[in-house]
């Protein structure tokens, strides 16, 4: 399947014309909007969004290429700690949609059928089994549904230790999903009961198809497949639905005669190097997959950031590794000897012989797949530390970590070089 990449231009066409629907939402300046920029790279909503006025003034600078919001509701949606952030007061949650996401792989006229089947029974056997109230069901633009619903009991949300709270939500969730598969339905199974899920918002474009993600009445899945697909919009450079689509397995290359891969995936790729400065670097890499799980992987990089008073650091993660950054300007000599002494040797020599190197800081957009590997913002450690760290902030390494969504606390008239960090894309077979 051939995906169509937009371009601003289409972007800004298609949100300055068309006015997205909030009035489905109960109170949306409690939910958090976040976005997929145009470069790969994801935005949190610095604002309030309450209605398309405000939802546009939001995205104007960053021209999103798919939108999405929190399936929980916030006291205070804007700067919403992460769930292991101790530091911060835990946040209030208001509430929690009970989100139900059908998708039938891949992309095809024959797998939306089979998804529009399973999304009408399930919702006919909720109506009968739940005291829910339904507030929407979406066409995704790709492979499914979304059915999304609202607790009338209200008892979990009284509960006054937030961090309960919030654990008895997930623990309620979580058994709807085991009653819904003991009944037979496909849905996955990673959606509802994710108090931090974030779904696509309707009215908005799916980039994958150019289809748009849509809000249904119930009663249209008992439409044939190809009435409903002619009552769904698409954008003018949407891709055709193929009536079928298989799944294409695998084939075992001959030892003797391997053949290349045609596939190509294309990343962006950020220098250490301090625009501005002669010899300034900041540390940035992934953290080594022998360092164990994603807990034991920070709990390393924690006593690193002690010992060598980094201070304030910032943690993402990817298919099963962790990306570290250290926005500081750090003199080139003294980085060289940290990556030796904790055994960073590629790294160390890169920066000893080419004076700085790159590292790959978005997922991997695959020419026939689209975006896989998409990094997810952990938090910031080391903020104890800052106090102690002797090296100014580096301007262009705090702007690259908020534009993936990491906000530094930091004193502007302690930093050094440009706000503009080097950037590259990089294009790989």
């Not at 976005?35 to 790279?41: A, E």
């Not at 990673?190 to 899920?197: H, S, Y």
Request: net charge positive; aromatic share 10%.
């Amino acid at each position: 399947m051939k995906i169509r990449e937009f371009d601003e231009n289409s972007l800004i066409d298609y949100y300055s014309k068309n006015v997205i629907d909030f009035s489905w939402i109960d109170k949306p300046s409690q939910h958090q909007f976040r976005w997929r920029c145009l470069d790969g790279t994801w935005n949190t909503s610095r604002r309030r969004i309450r209605d398309n006025e405000t939802f546009v003034k939001a995205i104007k600078n960053d021209n999103p290429t798919d939108i999405y919001f929190s399936t929980s509701s916030w006291l205070n949606p804007v700067d919403l700690p992460r769930k292991n952030d101790s530091e911060k007061p835990r946040p209030v949650m208001l509430d929690h949609l009970i989100v139900f996401d059908i998708d039938v792989e891949p992309f095809s006229l024959k797998n939306i059928s089979k998804a529009k089947k399973i999304a009408l029974e399930l919702y006919q056997w909720v109506d009968k089994n739940y005291n829910f109230d339904l507030i929407n069901i979406s066409f995704s633009g790709n492979k499914g549904f979304h059915l999304i619903y609202r607790d009338r009991d209200r008892q979990l949300f009284s509960i006054e230790n937030l961090l309960e709270r919030e654990e008895a939500v997930k623990k309620n969730r979580t058994q709807i999903v085991q009653e819904i598969l003991a009944n037979g339905f496909e849905i996955d199974t990673r959606v509802t009961a994710d108090t931090r899920r974030i779904i696509r918002l309707p009215g908005t474009i799916n980039s994958k198809t150019g289809w748009y993600c849509h809000k249904i009445d119930h009663e249209i899945l008992n439409l044939p497949i190809k009435d409903f697909i002619s009552s769904m919009p698409k954008h003018s450079l949407a891709i055709e639905i193929p009536k079928s689509a298989k799944i294409k397995k695998k084939k075992i290359k001959p030892k003797t005669k391997p053949k290349l891969s045609t596939q190509s995936n294309t990343c962006i790729e950020v220098s250490n190097h301090l625009p501005g400065t002669k010899d300034r670097s900041a540390l940035i890499c992934w953290l080594p997959k022998s360092w164990g799980d994603l807990e034991s992987t920070i709990d390393k990089a924690k006593l690193i950031i002690q010992d060598e008073k980094l201070g304030s650091c910032g943690f993402w993660y990817s298919n099963d590794r962790v990306l570290m950054i250290c926005p500081r300007s750090i003199p080139r000599a003294k980085l060289v000897k940290v990556f030796k002494k904790y055994h960073f040797k590629y790294l160390s020599r890169q920066l000893s012989e080419k004076k700085h190197y790159w590292t790959r800081i978005t997922g991997k957009h695959w020419s026939d797949s689209g975006w896989e590997d998409e990094l997810e913002a952990i938090n910031i450690f080391g903020k104890d530390g800052d106090s102690e760290c002797v090296w100014q902030w580096s301007r262009a390494h705090i702007e690259i970590s908020r534009r993936m969504g990491l906000l530094f606390d930091y004193d502007e008239s302690n930093c050094s070089g440009d706000k503009e960090p080097s950037i590259r894309i990089v294009k790989r077979q």
